[in-house]
């Protein structure tokens, strides 16, 4: 019988013996019992399991850091085939991706090599100003029963100060390992596994993790940190909480302060822009719009500024420059709001937090890397209050979604400071979706829609359409409704306020769905509530991982819809109002108005998540998560019985 630890062993044996060459092609021998595999050893219904991905890293040059990755993949299903057959190898900006050598086993033993004409290069898709590319190939003859294998290596021309290591892949694997030699001192945490490195030969230290399962997505699932097992390498300075964090925060209090440095352009712009306001609210309220309104970001997506237009600017040393031109990053929006904050008499400080949709962060994480984001703090009363102006499109008193609720330091010459950010009501994230339609006896529904968004809603729509064509907009929210609908026929798209700092995202169309309501004899089903998605939330019986919301919502819905002539409501029970524990509220009312023949119902509902501030639940509690959504699914897709006589 087929041993893996045996093949394990051999394979360690292996890949500690080679260290790849670059430029050279250096295949190991293909182990005869891999070959004639027929069974999946980590995943009994996997398609396809890697063998072993292995990457080594050299960072021992100050300038550059050179990967180099070698894959193994055994085939077992025409699905595997369809799934391995074509590979793309993703890199962003300046990174270089060359060496390709890839060859398929066939079950016979031949070998096919991959072509060196058959290697593509194309864009991907656009990050900001940037494109990620793609060198793409097609694997030859690939089928089931056969081993694929590629090696690449890859350039990066800066030396990173921290390095992910991810080792949970698409597909099964009998082992992930990484081989990394340093520049300098390297420090390392586990996240989601137990692994310690292993000192190899040639300066290399080695992380390695056998019998992984595939990676699956599932709906409303954590940030992929938080479920996948990975290492985070530093080849920075890391230590021990509280001691770590109280150095760093007066460490970043000297260096924040020299920073804001002010002089009487910005005192006077500071002055003007409070004009009569008296209270702390006020007065931060206008410096925030004025810094917004202002001063223009030039490496937003959505700015005119080219990358040729970008590589010109000059660096603003000082919010004073910010000031004067007119323009900065994000960073400098903000220097120059705290700084005008300074100016009329507040204390002021960058907050150093972490990114909610990345990782769920706690202090005892002493590393300086999770704390990827800044706001300014502002000292109210006895509280710290956050801000940032240079969010394009969040509201005043509002934060990204992904920086609230999470921990953030504040900096101190003497007593650096932990506190939480609130996390917004479910009333300040709202879909307000109105409509007008009408409905025929053939079951066509036609009308008119509005829908205006507001809170992080708002800011992620925004952020998605700003930097589109009209055109692109129009198609993205048609294609939004036919997704729900695939009869919908969506025109007259018109938007409103897509750059608008201040003024809610607003949507106008008209749709015709044929077949909306189906006919049966004399009488027509239909469901009123037309925005109803298209399937539950959570469609699987199991989970493996804990369901996560990214923020509190509520949806505000009112239509109505005019019946056609000559039909009578025959079933006409309204959901009425549910709640889930604590967490949810779900009410529907409808309404029948008469004027004459002409009969138009009133269909209204509103909903709201996340009442206490509870966005995590364990996997543990799926099932009544399910269950609870599962309900509200079944009441927004309530059906109303029309009934008409009899040759109507």
């Known amino acids: 019988m087929f041993k893996p630890s045996r093949v394990l062993f051999s394979l360690f044996a292996a890949m500690l013996a080679a260290i790849p060459v670059y430029g050279q092609i250096n295949w190991r021998p293909i182990n005869p019992q891999e070959l004639a595999l027929k069974i999946p050893m980590v995943d009994k219904d996997a398609d396809a399991e890697a063998i072993f991905w292995n990457i080594w890293m050299d960072d021992s040059q100050p300038d550059k850091t050179i990967f180099r990755h070698y894959l193994r993949v055994k085939v077992f299903t025409a699905r595997g085939v369809e799934s391995q057959s074509r590979v793309d190898l993703t890199h962003f900006g300046k990174d270089k991706i060359t060496d390709i050598f890839a060859r398929t086993i066939k079950a016979d033993g031949s070998i096919l090599d991959l072509k060196k004409d058959a290697i593509l290069e194309r864009a991907l898709i656009k990050q900001g100003k940037a494109k990620y590319q793609s060198k793409s190939f097609v694997m030859p003859g690939v089928e089931p029963g056969a081993i694929v294998e590629y090696q690449w290596k890859q350039e990066r021309s800066l030396s990173p100060q921290y390095?992910?290591?991810?080792?949970?892949?698409?597909?099964?694997?009998?082992?992930?390992?990484?081989?990394?030699?340093?520049?300098?001192?390297?420090?390392?945490?586990?996240?989601?596994?137990?692994?310690?490195?292993?000192?190899?030969?040639?300066?290399?230290?080695?992380?390695?993790?056998?019998?992984?399962?595939?990676?699956?997505?599932?709906?409303?699932?954590?940030?992929?940190?938080?479920?996948?097992?990975?290492?985070?390498?530093s080849f920075a300075s890391t230590g021990k909480s509280p001691e770590y964090w109280n150095d760093l925060g007066k460490l970043l209090y000297e260096i924040d302060r020299m920073e804001f440095q002010s002089n009487d352009d910005v005192k006077k712009a500071a002055l003007a822009a409070v004009g009569d306001a008296t209270t702390p609210e006020e007065k931060l309220r206008r410096l925030f719009d004025f810094c917004r309104a202002k001063i223009t970001n030039p490496f937003d997506d959505a700015s005119d500024y080219s990358l040729e237009d970008l590589a010109k600017l000059k660096q603003n040393r000082f919010p004073a420059d910010t000031l004067k031109r007119g323009l900065g990053t994000p960073y400098d929006i903000d220097l120059l709001f705290g700084a005008m904050a300074i100016a009329v008499g507040f204390d002021v400080r960058i907050s150093r937090l972490p990114d909610r949709n990345d990782i769920f962060f706690d202090p005892k994480m002493a590393n300086r890397y999770f704390l990827s984001r800044y706001d300014v703090a502002v000292k109210v009363g006895d509280s710290w209050?956050?801000?940032?102006?240079?969010?394009?499109?969040?509201?005043?008193?509002?934060?990204?979604?992904?920086?609230?609720?999470?921990?953030?330091?504040?900096?101190?010459?003497?007593?650096?400071?932990?506190?939480?950010t609130p996390l917004s009501a479910p009333s300040r994230t709202t879909q307000k979706r109105n409509a007008r339609l009408k409905l025929s006896a053939d079951g066509t529904l036609e009308g008119d829609v509005d829908i205006i968004y507001s809170g992080h809603i708002n800011v992620d729509w925004k952020e998605f359409l700003d930097d589109l064509t009209p055109e692109e907009q129009a198609e993205q929210i048609a294609s939004e409704v036919k997704d729900r609908l695939s009869t919908a026929e969506v025109s007259a798209v018109k938007l409103e306020n897509v750059k608008d700092s201040d003024k809610p995202l607003t949507i106008h169309y008209h749709v015709r769905v044929p077949q909306y309501g189906q006919?049966?004899?004399?009488?027509?089903?239909?469901?009123?509530?037309?925005?109803?998605?298209?399937?539950?939330?959570?469609?699987?019986?199991?989970?493996?991982?804990?369901?996560?919301?990214?923020?509190?919502?509520?949806?505000?819905?009112?239509?109505s819809i005019e019946l056609p002539p000559s039909f009578e409501i025959?079933?006409?029970?309204?959901?009425?109002?549910?709640?889930?524990?604590?967490?949810?509220?779900?009410?529907?009312?409808?309404?029948?108005?008469?004027?004459?023949?002409?009969?138009?119902?009133?269909?209204?509902?509103?909903?709201?998540?996340?009442?206490n501030g509870r966005l995590v639940f364990p996997v543990e509690t799926y099932t009544g998560i399910k269950e609870a959504f599962d309900a509200l699914h079944q009441r927004d897709a309530h059906v109303l019985t029309l009934k008409t006589s009899a040759g109507q």
């Open 163 to 233: 390095l992910r290591l991810d080792f949970q892949r698409e597909i099964p694997s009998w082992s992930v390992s990484y081989f990394i030699k340093p520049y300098g001192r390297m420090a390392y945490q586990t996240f989601h596994m137990h692994v310690t490195p292993i000192a190899e030969k040639g300066g290399y230290s080695s992380f390695s993790l056998t019998n992984v399962p595939a990676f699956r997505e599932e709906p409303r699932m954590p940030p992929e940190a938080e479920v996948r097992p990975w290492v985070l390498v």
């Open 519 to 559: 006919r049966t004899g004399s009488r027509l089903f239909f469901e009123p509530n037309f925005f109803h998605g298209k399937g539950p939330m959570f469609p699987s019986a199991t989970r493996t991982y804990a369901i996560y919301f990214h923020y509190p919502w509520s949806e505000n819905d009112d239509l």
């Open 385 to 420: 209050r956050l801000f940032d102006p240079a969010n394009r499109y969040a509201t005043f008193g509002m934060l990204d979604w992904r920086e609230e609720g999470v921990f953030a330091l504040v900096p101190d010459r003497a007593n650096p400071a932990w506190v939480t």
């Open 570 to 611: 025959e079933n006409g029970d309204s959901p009425g109002k549910a709640k889930i524990a604590d967490v949810a509220t779900h009410d529907v009312t409808m309404q029948l108005a008469r004027d004459g023949e002409k009969q138009t119902l009133r269909y209204q509902r509103q909903m709201a998540f996340g009442l």
